[in-house]
């Protein structure tokens, strides 16, 4: 009874009951974000059919967004023994743990619960010549399979999923020494939102850097009088991720050989930077950008500065993790 009672509070603070529905025409919805633990507000993702077809593979639309289903005991969905997140497959909600996995031997990926309430919304399916319970990812409404009543303890539901639905992210292990690198490449919500889902990546934070104002706010930068660019802070694992993988992608995410400016945004704090923390990176760096310049693929050189890197001042939390928040992809360009 104990347990029970545990669990019962455990799942009202993370999200409550999950039979969960928004107004249609509400633009944000709270979403539980299972790394910080937090819920945060976050704008609803809607694309069109054609906007879809571009990002999912026929299989993930017809499933998602036609409401398929697939074989049983053809879907493979992962699973990491250091534990992880099983993530909407059309817009990166956390929808369900490996700890909340199990073998119902029915061919598709079953869960006991999901990560919180907030996150799926469930609603009545009359189709097939049966009444069942259909389950939805909140924030962009994809079809992600149906819930039953014949799960486990404590719960006694059945999630049963899709595995064409869900990316699974796995976590990484605690035991991992983790490093850090800082860019600087235009926008720096955009700049981010390319590093945030690499695997490997740990955690990033968009800010302040490689100016003299001491705590600069974004009203401060902007004045392109305080000398910091907006950049980007990554934690990352190097035993899944090489530095010298993120400098490629630091690289391909934007122009290095505009100076002081990318697509519409002009002045320094838009200029390209490679903050390195020691030799080994200030290495990497200087080798990758002569590989640059060499490729051929640029008409003008490359002005991307290596420089040392120096007290990184995080931005407002407005800014962080913005298009994850926003429902976006990238900066303007």
Known sequence: ???????????????????????KDTKKIPIFNAETGKVEEVERVVKSDAEWKKILTPEQYRITRQKGTEAPFTGQCGIGKAGGIYKCVCCGTD???????????????????????????????????MERVEVLCARCDAHLGHVFEDGPPPTHKRYCINAAALNFVPAV??????????????????????????????????????????????????????????????????????YDKLLDIFWNMHDPTTLNKQGPDTGTQYRSI???????????????????????????????EIIPAVKFYPAEEYHQKYYMKHGGGSCPR
């Open 95 to 129: 929808l369900f743990s490996v700890g909340e996995k199990f073998e119902s031997g029915t061919g598709w990926p079953s869960f006991w619960q999901p990560v919180s309430g907030k996150n799926i919304k469930e609603e009545p399916d009359k189709s097939m010549g």
């Open 274 to 304: 490679i903050f390195y923390s020691d030799e080994a990176q200030k290495k990497a760096a200087l080798v990758s950008k002569d590989k640059q310049d060499r490729s051929g693929k640029y008409k003008s050189k490359i002005v991307t």
């Open 173 to 242: 292990k605690k035991s991992a020494k983790l490093e850090r690198a800082v860019f600087a490449a235009g926008c720096f919500w955009g700049t981010e939102e390319a590093f945030r889902n690499i695997k490997g990546v740990v955690s990033t934070r968009v800010g302040y850097t490689g100016g003299k104002k001491e705590d600069p706010t974004y009203e401060d930068v902007c004045t392109d009088k305080t000398g910091h660019a907006e950049s980007v802070e990554i934690e990352y694992d190097p035993s899944v991720v090489s």
């Open 1 to 23: 009874m104990r347990n029970a009672l545990v669990f019962i509070i455990f799942f009202t603070l993370i999200g409550g009951t999950v039979k969960n529905a928004y107004p």
